[in-house]
């Protein structure tokens, strides 16, 4: 990730309505999957500045974070996150088995070779054990946001659901996220791919999407317009969004 895209990360992580609406609706349908179940250690592959740590620490008995950006490493340790682990995804140099769930929140569109981490990711699961991927959606919408963040690519459903079941996965679900918010951002980003296309040097920026400073209110109406749908996304699977979840079981 670009640094002006890392330094908005670590600005806005704890309280833009985008990050704290995929920690409750990606939580939320993971503690639903678990149930009663606390997996002895989870695996955060990929866990950036740590959004995700204590949540996953919630429902797990031990969390380790694994990331290969070094300021992002350090910056999870000033936090307090002491179980950190740095290398590649598709080397975490743990023993077979050792964790009951893998979360890769998105991450595997930053790969070259994102079969690879899912492959990578079923060996350091134990039997039975959950993998949850969460990624961007639709190469449609692959806009300047997505070069800045280096992403290599955006997904349908049916291309991640092939990729875990090659893994060897068994998938049990496979749901679209930010469901309510998706209409706008489609007309949004379409409309900025048009004006790039216009003014290619303004296109060349290194804004993101989290550039734009919004009123309090229209932040706090952002966030529960995304939170709303885990009402639905905890027990069926949503046809159509601007991220998409899957999760898989290691048969």
């Known amino acids: 990730m670009q640094r002006e895209a890392f330094r908005q990360f670590v600005e806005l992580e704890r309280d833009h309505w985008w990050f704290r609406g995929r920690r409750t609706v990606y939580l939320g349908i993971l503690e ?5 179940t606390r997996p002895a250690r989870a695996l955060d592959l990929g866990c950036g500045v740590g959004g995700f740590l204590d949540g996953l620490a919630r429902v797990s008995e031990r969390v380790v974070g694994f990331e290969s950006d070094e300021l992002a490493a350090a910056h999870c340790r000033e936090r307090g996150f ?13 023993r077979d088995g050792a964790f009951g769930l893998v979360c890769l929140f998105d991450v595997l569109e930053h790969l ?43 997904y349908t459903r049916g291309e991640l659901v092939l990729r875990f079941r090659e893994a ?19 007309a949004a980003v379409l409309a900025l791919k048009v004006w790039e296309r216009l003014s290619p040097r303004k296109a060349a920026a290194r804004h993101t999407n989290l550039s734009w400073s919004l009123p309090r209110w229209l ?33």
Do not use: M
């Not at 639903?32 to 009663?36: A, F, H, V």
């Not at 998938?171 to 951002?185: D, G, K, M, S, W």
């Not at 995304?226 to 046809?239: G, I, N």
């Open 32 to 36: 639903r999957e678990l149930g009663p």
């Open 82 to 94: 002491e179980l950190l682990a740095r290398g590649r995804a598709d080397a975490i140099g743990a």
């Open 112 to 154: 070259d070779d994102d079969r690879a981490a899912l492959a990578e990711s079923a060996r350091v699961l134990s039997k039975g054990g959950l993998c949850l991927a969460t990624v961007p959606a639709f190469q449609f919408l692959y806009a300047n946001n997505d070069r800045i963040a280096e992403h290599r690519r955006r």
């Open 168 to 186: 060897g996965f068994e998938v049990e679900r496979a749901t679209y996220t930010n469901v309510l918010l998706f209409p706008p951002i489609v």
């Open 219 to 251: 932040d706090g109406f952002l966030y529960r317009c995304f939170a709303a749908e885990l009402a639905f996304s905890r027990r069926v699977d949503l046809p159509l969004g601007h991220s998409l979840l899957v999760l898989g079981r290691k048969r």
